[in-house]
């Protein structure tokens, strides 16, 4: 795991420590949880499986794309894999910068494209003992990650439904995303 994607449980301390700035008047913190329920079903937990080196370099790039796009003094965003119980933390934004209106923009930004763009998928595991992974969003690409060829070859085994590197993919109408 790295910097971005981890199997631990977050540390909002550690991340509010590490983005502490003099010089911004305002913070955001979005921490995204588990909850109990989901179209009518009662859940009890979540999975959470990524393609950690991909997944990480999408949130290293859309820090820097938050840091760019908006006014913003520091952005860091870190999303956890594994399975979660109920009120667990799975993913967490903070976003510092002078103003507040810029905060809370770039931060709803940045969960946002993170749905968008991170190839993390949510499997909820229900009371009833069934489990579904949830249907999300077809993944985008900037031009960079199109040209590099691993990413392609992960890309193609995935939506066949092989196996990479180890990684057992799931088809991609099997997948949801968090």
Same mark, same amino acid.
């Given at each position: 795991?790295?910097?971005? +994607? ?5 540390? =909002? ?10 010089? &911004?008047? $305002?913070? +955001? ?5 588990? %909850?109990? %329920? ?23 790039? =859309?820090?820097?794309?938050? /840091? ?15 399975? /979660? ?5 799975? +993913? @967490? ?13 770039? @931060?709803?930004? $940045?969960? !946002? ?11 909820? *595991?229900? @009371? ?14 900037? *031009?960079? +990650? &199109? ?9 193609? $085994?995935? *939506?066949?439904?092989?196996?990479? !590197?180890?990684? &057992?993919?799931? *088809? %991609? ?6």
């Amino acid at each position: 795991m790295g910097r971005w +994607v981890t199997d631990q449980p977050l540390n =909002l301390s550690e991340l509010l420590a590490e983005t502490e700035d003099s010089g &911004s008047g $305002a913070l +955001v913190v979005f921490v995204g949880t588990v %909850r109990d %329920r989901n179209d009518g079903k009662p859940v009890e937990a979540v999975t959470y499986e990524a393609h950690v080196p991909l997944a990480e370099r999408t949130l290293q790039e =859309l820090e820097q794309e938050v /840091l760019q796009r908006f006014d913003v003094r520091t952005c860091r965003i870190q999303h956890r894999v594994g399975t /979660l119980q109920l009120g667990e933390p799975s +993913v @967490a934004i903070v976003v510092r910068t002078a103003h507040r209106a810029e905060a809370f923009e770039a @931060a709803r930004y $940045a969960i !946002d494209e993170l749905k968008k763009r991170a190839p993390i998928w949510k499997e909820e *595991r229900y @009371a009833s003992g069934e489990s579904r992974y949830l249907e999300g969003v077809p993944l985008q690409f900037t *031009r960079d +990650v &199109s040209k590099n060829k691993k990413t392609i070859a992960a890309l193609k $085994a995935f *939506r066949r439904g092989r196996r990479l !590197d180890g990684l &057992s993919l799931r *088809r %991609r109408t099997e997948e949801g995303r968090s």
